[in-house]
């Protein structure tokens, strides 16, 4: 299947770009030079985020489809990174010579390091620790299929999990096991969430989280009203090491889109995905969690979250963080909740009791209750659930990354982009402004512009989403 000839052809060389490396062949690199205008970041709502000492410098440029959130085709389908087509090339260009050379066991070895390295098969290969990756995945789809109690709440089973997820990915595998080669999941972004961080000088210390958005494809290839997001903590143990990570994210900006870009962006990813990213985390992940948003295996749609159980090394059904069960839902304790914290709530920073987080958040009714005194602190609460950010408090039609087709670059909410501002409250009808891909430059701008001692002292973020 690879001979000699493929190592002649514009295919084989576009491989070579994509991968970023050169070794006596002349690289190919796609280059991109359009950058997508930063969204305006005024009056924009602060969602809990951490804010540190320095001010933002208005002079660093921050490209957020380079530094926040790549949705670009030339790395969600990457030739190589996000699929295992290439994996018998690995052996060719081992055994082969190229143009008449001896091919390089360099270029072998670091093609052996990239092929699947975004796919949801590796990924889910790397977060198993010691258990059969097939079975880790195999059991987390199942959870769907039955009745859980989580938090003391009843998450009822969506049993269509099986016959549109699990049966078919079965039958692709041939037999009773998945092959994690043929997951029916398709990158849709790469996403820096620096904004998340907790200070190092805290107990629970890190640079935020590194993200995976993939959707979830049918039997055809097609894809279906589902989205999995993979959520790891990027290690810091010192604020050096958060201004660390903010310096590379930021580095991505300079380079175009193609080979060099995909090189770069995969060395930070390997940094909080890759095998053993955490040693004292379940498993050696630093996965912090698993959250899904979907309405293709059940009646509304719903967002769950899962976490590594440190006991089995299993991912199981966890609370919904910041989501109160839907059973508080206009209730006369949600609304003195809301008004005992009033300040800590608008300013993004109360934390929802641990006793109400519920086990699944589905999105399709209103936080309210009466006896709210002010209307903005009832948006500002429901803007921190799972259901209200994705629903009815920032119009968003239940996903914030969009599913695409192959060869669609996935589109993003207005609540991200800041697009079609402004947005009406639900219950007051009083407008609300967003862009949060907007916050978030600012974030990594003042990141950048304070000094290691200065981010040490920082407040530490509450949000979660």
Not at 155 to 167: M, T
Not at 409 to 414: K, M
Request: charge should be positive.
């Amino acid at each position: 299947m690879f001979g000699l000839g493929i190592t002649r052809n514009r295919a084989f060389r576009r491989i070579v770009a994509a991968c970023g490396v050169a070794s006596g062949l002349a690289a190919v690199a796609q280059v991109d030079g359009d950058t997508a205008a930063r969204p305006a970041a005024t009056a924009v709502v602060a969602r809990g985020a951490a804010v540190s000492p320095a001010p933002a410098n208005p002079q660093v440029r921050v490209d957020p489809r380079r530094e926040l959130l790549i949705t670009d085709l030339s790395v969600v389908e990457d030739p190589v990174r996000t699929s295992w087509a290439m994996r018998p090339l690995v052996t060719t260009l081992s055994t082969r010579r190229i143009f008449g050379r001896p091919a390089s066991t360099a270029l072998a070895t670091q093609l052996r390091s990239q092929v699947g390295a975004w796919t949801f098969g590796k990924l889910m290969m790397d977060m198993a620790g010691a258990n059969d990756p097939s079975t880790f995945t195999l059991r987390w789809l199942e959870t769907w299929e039955r009745d859980q109690t989580v938090n003391g709440f009843t998450v009822a089973a969506r049993p269509s999990i099986r016959p549109l997820v699990i049966e078919p990915w079965l039958r692709a595998s041939g037999g009773a096991r998945l092959d994690l080669e043929k997951a029916p999941f398709r990158l849709l972004a790469i996403v820096n969430r620096l904004d998340l961080r907790r200070s190092p000088s805290y107990a629970a210390g890190n640079a935020g989280e590194g993200r995976f958005v993939f959707g979830v494809l049918d039997p055809n290839g097609n894809p279906l009203p589902f989205t999995v997001i993979f959520e790891f903590e990027q290690p810091a143990r010192t604020s050096t090491d958060v201004k660390g990570w903010a310096q590379s994210w930021h580095a991505l900006g300079a380079v175009p889109f193609g080979g060099s870009f995909n090189a770069a962006l995969q060395a930070i990813t390997n940094r909080f995905a890759g095998r053993g990213a955490a040693p004292a985390k379940p498993n050696g992940s630093a996965l912090n969690q698993i959250r899904t948003n979907e309405i293709a295996i059940g009646p509304v749609w719903e967002l769950r979250e899962f976490v590594i159980d440190r006991a089995t090394g299993f991912l199981a059904t966890a609370t919904t963080k910041q989501s109160p069960d839907i059973s508080f839902n206009g209730t006369p304790d949600l609304a003195a909740f809301i008004n005992a914290n009033e300040a800590a709530v608008l300013s993004g920073r109360h934390a929802v009791p641990p006793a109400w987080l519920g086990g699944a958040d589905p999105a399709r009714f209103i936080w309210q209750a009466p006896g709210i005194r002010n209307p903005e602190a009832r948006h500002a609460l429901a803007l921190n659930t799972c259901s209200g950010c994705h629903f009815r408090e920032t119009e968003t039609p239940f996903t914030h990354v969009f599913t695409r087709g192959a060869g669609q670059e996935a589109g993003l909410s207005d609540f991200l982009t800041g697009n079609a501002m402004p947005k009406r409250d639900p219950i007051s009808n009083a407008p609300h402004t967003f862009g949060d891909l907007g916050r978030r430059a600012d974030d990594l701008r003042r990141v950048l512009a304070s000094t290691p001692t200065q981010l040490a002292v920082e407040a530490p973020a509450t949000a979660v989403h």
